[in-house]
């Protein structure tokens, strides 16, 4: 099991913006696809977006952040980063990373072979 260690996440006001990270030891991050994931209280976890391997493009981003989410990798540093800007209270989850070895979708939870701790935003009205 490859360890994926995030970021602590915290309590902000809406409208605030928070940079979430997601870092490994694992020399093959620069392999991998990465997403992230949340889940809120009383629900299903589901897919925020991710980014592919190659070159670090963003390939798939959930349409209720579209415009205020940004996802970006450095592959020297082995992180790859969730930037939350406009931040709601209905963003209020547990944010959890992932890495995937294989070429899929990657907005699927079966498309990722190793996961993050979690991390926990809240925000406030």
Do not use: H
């Not at 260690?5 to 809406?14: A, E």
């Not at 392999?31 to 809120?40: L, S, V």
């Not at 391997?53 to 980063?81: E, S, W």
């Amino acid at each position: 099991q490859v360890p994926l260690v995030q970021s602590r996440g915290g309590l902000v006001q809406s409208g605030d913006s928070l940079t979430l990270s997601c870092t490994t030891s694992s020399r093959s991050f620069k392999t991998w696809n990465m997403g992230w994931f949340r889940q809120a209280p009383g629900k299903d976890r589901e897919f925020v977006n991710a980014i592919n391997r190659d070159v670090g493009v963003p390939v798939q981003t959930a349409d209720f952040v579209k415009g205020r989410f940004v996802v970006d990798r450095d592959n020297d540093k082995k992180t790859v980063y969730l930037r939350m800007n406009s931040l709601k209270p209905e963003d209020t989850a547990v944010y959890y990373c992932a890495a995937g070895v294989r070429q899929t979708r990657m907005d699927r939870e079966g498309d990722y072979d190793y996961w993050g701790q979690g991390t926990q935003v809240t925000v406030s009205s």
